[in-house]
């Protein structure tokens, strides 16, 4: 037999292509393909030098990268391994990746795999977060690529406007030539991948961006496999919060605290001290009107502390102690004095203005916060040494500090606790315990659930109220039926006041320009007619193009917004506009004020208590309503404001559509204050402020020899007007009390009845006993309450009108009046007390001595 070598079996297997293939798919093939995708094996490639790759050896590296998805490695490893391929094959000197991301609102890319060369490790080109490299989109031609969203190849950089040279400096390097390309995710760059510098030639080549092209499906696999379980991960994450904290909050959804102290629980577990303070940072950035009034008129000087990086000043609303030595307690002390222990060192202001975590070794021995020296509490525990953090927002506002006292070993905090906090402040936890801590503003979830939950109650209480002007009640005004056959909305304005100049009831004989006016003869229809006929007298109508639908479709509403309660009702609501009315143009107060200022003050005097529920802001708080979950203060006076701007924001209920953005904008402002400035709380909170204020503008007018001089210089003090206004409103709240004595003995009956009626819902709903004024049982003590209450509320605010302008003097003559006839009955009634108690006296003698005639006598008389 013939010797078989190797060359004749070559020869045989050319000859034979047939046999051959069958014969290595039947025998070879399919242990091939198994030990290619051998999690196991490496690439047999040599890649110690440079060479065209062969068919198999290309085979062999998209192997090697299937492997590497087939072992679901993370996703560094895998685009690194694809980068060191490409190196070899494309003959790059390096390559590096450059991840896209957001950070504070603005685009960029950073280094993540970077000089990655065909024999490097992952070791060496893995970018730590601290020492990255980002470029703006607007920077180099990394920024470039990302931008035009394409492949770019530049054959020399230092042609090229893009090229930016400070990496080249920073590393030492030089960059001759730069074949880039973006990864993308549908529409959206996720990474770009940058080769750098041909080895083989003076640039990248056709071949190459082939090259790059087709090995480019595996980075775009990989990187979208990671970018989706990325987004997945935070929605994950951000799932797993909310529904933690949702748990929580509706646990104990006012415990801000509570949730607080679960938030900081695993942070107290790791830092091992002996106590941690929190203190809230008021969120507020722009004032209330009667916190800049006394700055604007110069009673107080403005803020001149220290203010936190976004420009707010800081005060400590709430400092929550935590007290974990001995039996652990929580203190919770709101609107905490500047002198409190865990302020008064000046720490949590440094902290809250700087932005910085402190360490303070030694607390007694600081030179430049002052902490308190002696022992804090019966214990004698004393404060040795502090860490103090900011808590900030995904806004980056400081929305507290956490301020930790003495670890337990006794050693002063060190850099690991520092770094704790550091990551505590980057984790979610932290993330839920900002959002919860922003308090006062209308941004994080927690509020915001809370806020929109509320929200719902309150407005579907409203729909179900059945507030809006329907179509077959304007017609008890606007007959347009009856009169022309069509609806008002089919009407031109013409056809419109021609029925109103008919239907509206005479100014002068409904008295609506006197401040005696009395609702009792009139419907709550004929209030409807007069409220309109007010807007009329003010001249605004024609003025600001108010559609006559829409002004009747309005004060309408607003007649059944009024709930049927026994005083905060629709009259009472339309008596507060007709002062207000009156005060403007019999008072001659019109004259400091624009006729759309006029038009906004009326507006708010007619919305001011709509949908009143009959009880005050603090039966709200008592009872939990809805209301005062969302308003923090003012409760019912922001309710009434918001109710009023719900429905001027209704097409066919906005008399003030066709004003500009500007005298939008001035109207609306008015409505804030002047509503706002009807919470007698805060009325007798600013008293003296308010009071002295206004007491000085009266007094300022009496140093003018001339009206007309006086009146010019009001009409551009805008302080000065907003003041007035707010007096006036609380002057028209309270004008009842003002009225002739047959009308304010009514009056006084009905706020009464309402009283009693909160006062049996805080007997039987609270289980509390009511205060005097609210309970029935003290029914007897009326007339000395009014009493009190003309003297220590009412006396200041019209004995001020009438000295500020004479033709308001009415009021304070009939508030005067009142006071008399309502003391007379105080001392009636004292002196029936005065005389039982006598007889009763008298009754005991004539027991103890067995009868005295004098004492008989006595009896017989009282009875």
Same mark, same amino acid.
Request: aromatic share 10%; glycine share 4%.
């Given at each position: 037999?013939?010797?078989?070598?190797?060359?004749?079996?070559?020869?045989?297997?050319?000859?034979?292509?047939?046999?051959?293939?069958?014969?290595?798919?039947?025998?070879?093939?399919?242990?091939?393909?198994?030990?290619?995708?051998?999690?196991?094996?490496?690439?047999?490639?040599?890649?110690?030098?440079?060479?065209?790759?062969?068919?198999?050896?290309?085979?062999?590296?998209?192997?090697?990268?299937?492997?590497?998805?087939?072992?679901?490695?993370?996703?560094?490893?895998?685009?690194?391994?694809?980068?060191?391929?490409?190196?070899?094959?494309?003959?790059?000197?390096?390559?590096?990746?450059?991840?896209?991301?957001?950070?504070?609102?603005?685009?960029?890319?950073?280094?993540?795999?970077?000089?990655?060369?065909?024999?490097?490790?992952?070791?060496?080109?893995?970018?730590?977060?601290?020492?990255?490299?980002?470029?703006?989109?607007?920077?180099?031609?990394?920024?470039?690529?990302?931008?035009?969203?394409?492949?770019?190849?530049?054959?020399?950089?230092?042609?090229?406007?893009?090229?930016?040279?400070?990496?080249?400096?920073?590393?030492?390097?030089?960059?001759?030539?730069?074949?880039?390309?973006?990864?993308?995710?549908?529409?959206?760059?996720?990474?770009?991948?940058?080769?750098?510098?041909?080895?083989?030639?003076?640039?990248?080549?056709?071949?190459?961006?082939?090259?790059?092209?087709?090995?480019?499906?595996?980075?775009?696999?990989?990187?979208?496999?990671?970018?989706?379980?990325?987004?997945?991960?935070?929605?994950?994450?951000?799932?797993?919060?909310?529904?933690?904290?949702?748990?929580?909050?509706?646990?104990?959804?006012?415990?801000?605290?509570?949730?607080?102290?679960?938030?900081?629980?695993?942070?107290?577990?790791?830092?091992?001290?002996?106590?941690?303070? @929190?203190?809230?940072?008021?969120?507020? &950035?722009?004032?209330?009107? *009667? =916190?800049?009034?006394?700055?604007?008129?110069? %009673? #107080?000087?403005?803020?001149?502390?220290?203010?936190?990086?976004?420009?707010?000043?800081?005060?400590?609303?709430?400092?929550?102690?935590?007290?974990?030595?001995?039996?652990?307690?929580?203190?919770?002390?709101?609107?905490?004095?500047?002198?409190?222990?865990?302020?008064?060192?000046?720490?949590?202001?440094?902290?809250?203005?700087?932005?910085?975590?402190?360490?303070?070794?030694?607390?007694?021995?600081?030179?430049?916060?002052?902490?308190?020296?002696?022992?804090?509490?019966?214990?004698?525990?004393?404060?040795?040494?502090?860490?103090?953090?900011?808590?900030?927002?995904?806004?980056?506002?400081?929305?507290? @500090?956490?301020?930790?006292?003495?670890? &337990?070993?006794?050693?002063? *905090? =060190?850099?690991?606790?520092?770094?704790?906090? %550091? #990551?505590?402040?980057?984790?979610?936890?932290?993330?839920?315990?900002?959002?919860?801590?922003?308090?006062?503003?209308?941004?994080?979830?927690?509020?915001?659930?809370?806020?929109?939950?509320?929200?719902?109650?309150?407005?579907?209480?409203?729909?179900?109220?059945?507030?809006?002007?329907?179509?077959?009640?304007?017609?008890?005004?606007?007959?347009?039926?009856?009169?022309?056959?069509?609806?008002?909305?089919?009407?031109?304005?013409?056809?419109?006041?021609?029925?109103?100049?008919?239907?509206?009831?005479?100014?002068?004989?409904?008295?609506?320009?006197?401040?005696?006016?009395?609702?009792?003869?009139?419907?709550?229809?004929?209030?409807?007619?007069?409220?309109?006929?007010?807007?009329?007298?003010?001249?605004?109508?024609?003025?600001?193009?108010?559609?006559?639908?829409?002004?009747?479709?309005?004060?309408?509403?607003?007649?059944?917004?009024?709930?049927?309660?026994?005083?905060?009702?629709?009259?009472?609501?339309?008596?507060?506009?007709?002062?207000?009315?009156?005060?403007?143009?019999?008072?001659?107060?019109?004259?400091?004020?624009?006729?759309?200022?006029?038009?906004?003050?009326?507006?708010?005097?007619?919305?001011?208590?709509?949908?009143?529920?009959?009880?005050?802001?603090?039966?709200?708080?008592?009872?939990?309503?809805?209301?005062?979950?969302?308003?923090?203060?003012?409760?019912?006076?922001?309710?009434?404001?918001?109710?009023?701007?719900?429905?001027?924001?209704?097409?066919?209920?906005?008399?003030?559509?066709?004003?500009?953005?500007?005298?939008?904008?001035?109207?609306?402002?008015?409505?804030?204050?002047?509503?706002?400035?009807?919470?007698?709380?805060?009325?007798?909170?600013?008293?003296?402020?308010?009071?002295?204020?206004?007491?000085?503008?009266?007094?300022?007018?009496?140093?003018?020899?001339?009206?007309?001089?006086?009146?010019?210089?009001?009409?551009?003090?805008?302080?000065?007007?907003?003041?007035?206004?707010?007096?006036?409103?609380?002057?028209?709240?309270?004008?009842?009390?003002?009225?002739?004595?047959?009308?304010?003995?009514?009056?006084?009956?009905?706020?009464?009845?309402?009283?009693?009626?909160?006062?049996?819902?805080?007997?039987?709903?609270?289980?509390?006993?009511?205060?005097?004024?609210?309970?029935?049982?003290?029914?007897?003590?009326?007339?000395?309450?009014?009493?009190?209450?003309?003297?220590?509320?009412?006396?200041?605010?019209?004995?001020?009108?009438?000295?500020?302008?004479?033709?308001?003097?009415?009021?304070?003559?009939?508030?005067?009046?009142?006071?008399?006839?309502?003391?007379?009955?105080?001392?009636?009634?004292?002196?029936?007390?005065?005389?039982?108690?006598?007889?009763?006296?008298?009754?005991?003698?004539?027991?103890?001595?067995?009868?005295?005639?004098?004492?008989?006598?006595?009896?017989?008389?009282?009875?």
């Amino acid at each position: 037999m013939a010797a078989v070598n190797q060359d004749v079996v070559e020869k045989f297997l050319d000859s034979n292509p047939a046999f051959a293939k069958e014969y290595y798919d039947s025998h070879f093939r399919a242990q091939v393909i198994s030990n290619m995708l051998s999690t196991s094996k490496n690439t047999n490639v040599d890649t110690t030098n440079y060479h065209n790759l062969s068919s198999t050896e290309e085979s062999e590296m998209v192997f090697d990268m299937v492997r590497d998805l087939q072992e679901n490695l993370q996703m560094e490893k895998a685009v690194f391994n694809l980068m060191r391929h490409l190196c070899f094959v494309m003959r790059a000197d390096r390559m590096s990746l450059f991840m896209y991301r957001q950070r504070n609102g603005t685009a960029e890319l950073a280094t993540r795999i970077f000089n990655v060369s065909k024999d490097a490790t992952l070791e060496d080109c893995l970018v730590p977060p601290d020492s990255e490299i980002v470029y703006p989109l607007d920077t180099g031609i990394v920024g470039h690529v990302a931008s035009v969203k394409k492949m770019v190849n530049v054959p020399d950089v230092t042609q090229n406007q893009h090229f930016s040279d400070f990496v080249d400096t920073l590393t030492e390097y030089q960059t001759k030539s730069v074949l880039g390309t973006p990864i993308m995710n549908g529409k959206d760059v996720v990474a770009v991948l940058m080769a750098v510098n041909k080895i083989d030639g003076p640039s990248f080549n056709a071949n190459d961006e082939e090259v790059l092209q087709k090995f480019l499906n595996f980075a775009n696999l990989v990187l979208r496999v990671f970018h989706l379980s990325y987004l997945h991960n935070c929605e994950t994450r951000k799932g797993q919060v909310l529904l933690w904290s949702a748990s929580k909050v509706f646990e104990e959804l006012t415990d801000i605290e509570r949730q607080f102290h679960k938030a900081l629980y695993t942070v107290r577990a790791f830092l091992n001290c002996d106590r941690y303070s @929190v203190g809230l940072l008021d969120m507020t &950035k722009t004032k209330e009107f *009667f =916190d800049l009034w006394p700055v604007l008129m110069g %009673e #107080v000087p403005p803020y001149a502390g220290p203010r936190t990086p976004d420009g707010r000043e800081i005060i400590f609303y709430k400092v929550i102690d935590y007290i974990l030595h001995g039996k652990e307690d929580i203190k919770v002390i709101p609107s905490p004095p500047a002198d409190h222990w865990a302020l008064v060192s000046g720490l949590p202001t440094y902290v809250a203005e700087n932005g910085l975590i402190c360490n303070i070794m030694n607390a007694a021995e600081d030179e430049y916060f002052q902490f308190q020296k002696e022992p804090l509490d019966v214990t004698g525990w004393t404060i040795k040494n502090v860490l103090s953090m900011p808590i900030v927002n995904k806004k980056e506002e400081i929305v507290g @500090v956490a301020t930790f006292y003495n670890r &337990k070993d006794g050693k002063p *905090f =060190d850099e690991m606790d520092e770094t704790l906090m %550091e #990551v505590f402040v980057e984790s979610d936890l932290a993330d839920m315990m900002q959002g919860m801590s922003h308090i006062n503003c209308n941004h994080d979830t927690y509020e915001k659930m809370n806020k929109l939950e509320n929200r719902k109650d309150i407005f579907q209480d409203m729909v179900l109220y059945h507030v809006k002007c329907r179509k077959d009640e304007i017609q008890n005004i606007l007959n347009t039926r009856e009169v022309y056959g069509k609806e008002p909305d089919e009407c031109d304005e013409e056809e419109l006041e021609a029925i109103l100049a008919e239907t509206l009831i005479d100014s002068e004989q409904s008295e609506i320009f006197e401040f005696h006016f009395c609702d009792f003869e009139h419907s709550e229809m004929d209030l409807v007619k007069c409220g309109i006929s007010m807007y009329y007298e003010l001249g605004v109508v024609d003025k600001f193009h108010i559609p006559r639908e829409a002004l009747v479709r309005f004060v309408y509403s607003l007649s059944k917004g009024y709930r049927r309660i026994t005083y905060h009702n629709w009259r009472h609501g339309f008596n507060v506009g007709q002062t207000m009315f009156t005060l403007l143009m019999t008072g001659d107060l019109k004259r400091y004020y624009t006729d759309l200022e006029a038009m906004a003050m009326l507006t708010a005097g007619l919305c001011h208590d709509i949908d009143h529920r009959g009880t005050n802001n603090l039966y709200q708080m008592k009872s939990g309503n809805p209301l005062a979950k969302l308003h923090g203060s003012s409760i019912l006076e922001r309710h009434h404001l918001e109710f009023g701007k719900t429905l001027l924001r209704d097409d066919g209920l906005n008399i003030y559509q066709n004003l500009n953005r500007r005298q939008h904008e001035l109207v609306i402002h008015l409505m804030d204050i002047a509503i706002i400035a009807t919470d007698l709380a805060l009325y007798f909170k600013t008293l003296l402020g308010c009071q002295a204020m206004f007491q000085k503008i009266v007094d300022q007018s009496k140093t003018y020899e001339s009206w007309d001089d006086w009146t010019k210089y009001m009409m551009l003090e805008t302080t000065r007007k907003e003041i007035v206004m707010a007096m006036m409103m609380t002057a028209c709240d309270l004008s009842a009390i003002a009225k002739p004595w047959e009308i304010q003995s009514k009056v006084a009956l009905s706020v009464a009845a309402e009283f009693w009626e909160q006062g049996d819902l805080e007997r039987t709903v609270l289980e509390q006993q009511p205060i005097p004024m609210m309970d029935r049982n003290k029914a007897a003590d009326l007339p000395k309450l009014q009493c009190g209450f003309i003297d220590f509320v009412c006396a200041f605010v019209y004995k001020e009108f009438s000295r500020f302008h004479v033709e308001i003097t009415p009021m304070l003559e009939r508030l005067l009046n009142n006071r008399k006839e309502w003391n007379a009955l105080k001392e009636e009634h004292e002196a029936k007390l005065a005389m039982l108690e006598e007889a009763k006296k008298a009754k005991e003698e004539a027991a103890t001595s067995g009868g005295a005639p004098a004492s008989q006598s006595k009896t017989c008389v009282l009875s």
